[in-house]
Every structure is written in C-alpha cells, then in structure tokens.
C-alpha cells in the first residue's frame, strides 16, 4: 500500500509521524551521538498456520503479532516495550508488512514509538532488517541495531531486557561481531533455528574479550525430527533471531554473502542522502522502494545471512527465560498454560489444557 506522504507509513498520520518523526529525520531534534542505539522491530509476518484460529476468534484474518492473547498488550505491544528498555523510544524502526497499517490503532498504544516503515511487498526478513538499516546509517553511521522480531513470547521480560541490553553493550565493544540471543531449548523442534557453540582452544581465543558469550561453530534452520533430536542432545540452542551488531558490520557482511541485494540497498541509501541534501524531492522516495523491492529475491535472515557468517557470531544464552514463536495456536495454548494462565481466545476456538489443575483466568502478563 503506497502512502503519498515522503514514505510508506512516515509522517503526518500519528504513527511515528509529525513533529517527532521530522526531528528525527531532518536533524532538528537532539544532537546525533555517537554509536547510539536503534531498535528494528519486524512486524512483517503474516503467520498463516494461525489465521484459522484468529479468523474464528476475531472474525478477520489478522497477523498474530497485532493480536493480545493474553492480559491487556498486544504482541507488538510487547515487542515495541521491550525495545524501548534498550534504546530511546524516538530510535524504535517498526517495520511492518503491505497492509498491515489497519492494525495498528488497536495493536499499539498511543504514542507509537520512534517510525513505521510500510514495506511494499513481503520479500523475507533480509530486506526487512536492511531497510531498517538504511535508516539508522542514514541518521547515524555509527548506529548500533538490536533485533526484535514481534512474534514472539518471553516471560519474565526485565530478564530477558537485560540479556538484550547485555548483547547491545558487547557489540559496541566488540564491533566486528554480530551477538546473538540463544534459548536454551526444552525440545527437539523441528519449526526453529538452531545454533551450534564452537568448543576447545577456538571458543577460547574468541571470547577471552566477552566470556559469558560462546562461539558459534554453525547454524541449522528447521531440522528434521531425527536431526533436531540430535542437535537437541548436543547442546544447541534455539535461535532467537534476538540479536544485536553495527550497522556497518551487519552491511560489510550483507555485500560479502548477498552482494546482488546489497547493491540495492546501498543505492536506497545514496537516494535518501540525496533528497535529504536537497537534492530529489522527497515524495519520489515511495517510488524508489516499490522499484527496489520489485527487483528483490527474498530471503530469510538466519538462513541466507547468519549460515553464511557464522564465524562472526556470538552467542549468548538465555537462562531463566522462557522464550516461545508463537507461529502455532498449540505454542500459544502450551506457554500460557505452563505459567498457569487462559487465553483470552475461548475453548469454542482452541482447546486448552490445564498444567497440574492450575489453569486460571487471563491477567496482566
């Protein structure tokens, strides 16, 4: 859906817009410091294995993270506090998918942090996380990113924030390393990621600098049974997709593995400088990302980028936290009713089971 405003979902509507956004983005506002923080919310997937669920519930096919399961927050809800925990709120990049604007004023509370950047057309979260990353090197370039996908659950929050926090220190301190989130599986899952920790004398040399960090030897994206069962005996972990890099890094390593699309990005980039030079005129901004994302081959971040560049990741594992992709109606019912809480959906729509007779009505969560 193309926006006549300077960008799809930029200015002028109350979602990241106005005066906030113009001080942002035309250096009015605070001045820039240096290595400052930026947050990527990606809020572009559509979940299709739940819109049964949802449909039946809601009435419409809505993406999960715009739905609240539980409590009073939607996911994005959540997903957006969080990010605020970690970087200011004006620093927060909400990419979203073609159409999901509508849900928005139910989703969010008002004010929506930091911009809302409407892609075009779904083509993967490699784009997704580089369009983002334009906008953080455009402002600042020496931005640190943390990733926040918007579709997952995590319990507690201020532990799991800290843990984010802790990979945004590492990566300003180390900054050629990309620092990754890793749950500490109770599973052999066959719909996750998994990230294998290097061992010996090399695990050592690596993380001297960081030690509660591991050395990623490799990357496996949605096993099969026997397989997962393995990796689940060796010792991997889920991958959380949480992570947090340089933006210059994360760029370096997108033109060495994925030369063809960094191209792309890297003329988006010059064509933002220009127009904010004085150069173009804004409003051809919509048209030249509708012209790059109909060039795009999608891909998938851990798959076509973190595989390819596993020597430059870090690992840190998340203990004491629950961390769930809710992708699935039965992950939705099994994490609330480990904590001993009802979805807000009824029975009519998915049955759940209680964990020991403890089962109780929705709360704050």
Same mark, same amino acid.
């Given at each position: ?5 300077? &960008? ?29 923080? =930026? ?81 075009? #057309? ?74 294998? %920790? ?15 960090? #591991? ?16 990796? =689940?005996?060796?010792?991997?972990? =889920? ?11 994360? =760029? ?9 699309? #960094? ?71 099994? %994490? ?8 807000? &959906? ?20």
């Amino acid at each position: 859906m193309r926006q006549s405003q300077s &960008f799809p979902g930029a200015t002028g509507d109350g979602w990241g817009g106005g005066a906030l956004s113009r001080s942002i983005w035309d250096g009015t506002g605070a001045a820039a410091k240096p290595r400052q923080r =930026w947050g990527i919310v990606l809020s572009g997937g559509e979940d299709r294995r739940m819109q049964p669920l949802i449909s039946d519930w809601l009435g419409e096919n809505r993406p999960t993270q715009y739905c609240t399961f539980v409590g009073s927050r939607s996911m994005l809800q959540h997903t957006l506090d969080r990010a605020c925990s970690v970087v200011r709120r004006q620093n927060v990049l909400t990419v979203t998918g073609p159409g999901h604007r509508r849900h928005l004023a139910e989703a969010v509370r008002h004010p929506l942090p930091g911009r809302v950047i409407e892609q075009p #057309m779904d083509a993967g979260t490699v784009p997704a996380v580089f369009l983002a990353a334009t906008y953080a090197l455009l402002n600042d370039p020496e931005a640190t990113l943390v990733l926040f996908p918007a579709g997952h659950f995590v319990h507690p929050e201020d532990a799991f924030c800290a843990l984010a926090n802790r990979a945004a220190e590492l990566s300003e301190l180390h900054r050629d390393r990309i620092f990754l989130i890793g749950a500490v599986p109770d599973s052999p899952e066959t719909d996750y990621g998994w990230v294998g %920790t290097a061992t010996g004398q090399s695990a050592m040399n690596t993380t001297e600098a960081a030690p509660d960090a #591991m050395s990623v030897a490799a990357f496996r994206d949605k096993p099969g049974p026997a397989e997962a069962g393995l990796l =689940w005996r060796e010792g991997y972990l =889920w991958n959380t997709m949480v992570l947090a890099v340089r933006a210059k890094t994360l =760029w370096e390593l997108g033109r060495k593995h994925l030369p063809e699309m #960094m191209s792309s990005f890297d003329a988006l980039l010059m064509v933002l400088r220009a127009i904010r030079q004085g150069l173009f005129d804004p409003k051809c901004e919509p048209e030249v990302l509708a012209r790059l994302y109909e060039h795009l081959t999608p891909a998938d971040f851990s798959r076509d980028l973190l595989q390819h560049a596993a020597s430059d990741c870090l690992l840190l594992p998340m203990r004491g936290i629950h961390w769930s992709d809710w992708e699935r109606p039965e992950r939705v019912t099994e %994490t609330l009713a480990r904590l001993g809480r009802l979805p807000l &959906f009824s029975g009519d729509n998915m049955h759940t089971e209680a964990v020991g007779g403890r089962l109780q009505t929705a709360e704050m969560i």
